[in-house]
C-alpha cells in the first residue's frame, strides 16, 4: 500500500462522540447508539458512514493503549437544518 494525502472539500457532519482508550474501546456502543438514529436525518448527502478519531498533541510521541482521544461516528449532512434535502 502506498500512502497518500488528499485534499478534500469541507464537510458537515452529524454524529455522537465519546472520550476513549484503545484499551476501553467504545465504538461497537457508539454505533449502536448512534446507528438508529441516522434515519432521522433526512438531509444527508450520501450513504456513508464516518469513523473519526481526534488524537490530542504528543498523542504517539509515547504509546500507551490506555492513552485518550475522541472517537466519532457521523455522517455528511447538507447543512445542519434537519428539516430540509439536499
Known amino acids: 500500500m502506498i500512502p497518500r494525502i488528499e485534499l ?5 457532519l ?6 476513549m482508550s484503545l484499551s476501553d474501546d467504545k465504538t461497537a456502543q457508539l454505533w449502536q447508539d448512534f446507528g438508529p ?3 432521522e436525518l433526512r438531509n444527508r448527502v450520501s450513504a456513508d458512514k464516518i469513523s473519526l ?7 504517539h510521541q509515547k504509546f500507551n493503549p490506555s492513552n485518550v482521544f475522541i472517537k466519532w461516528t457521523a455522517v455528511e449532512v447538507g ?3 434537519n428539516t430540509e434535502r439536499t
Open 79 to 81: 447543512n445542519f437544518n
Open 8 to 12: 478534500l472539500s469541507e464537510k458537515k
Open 37 to 39: 438514529r441516522i434515519k
Open 14 to 19: 452529524v454524529g455522537c462522540h465519546e472520550e
Open 53 to 59: 478519531q481526534i488524537f490530542p498533541p504528543k498523542y
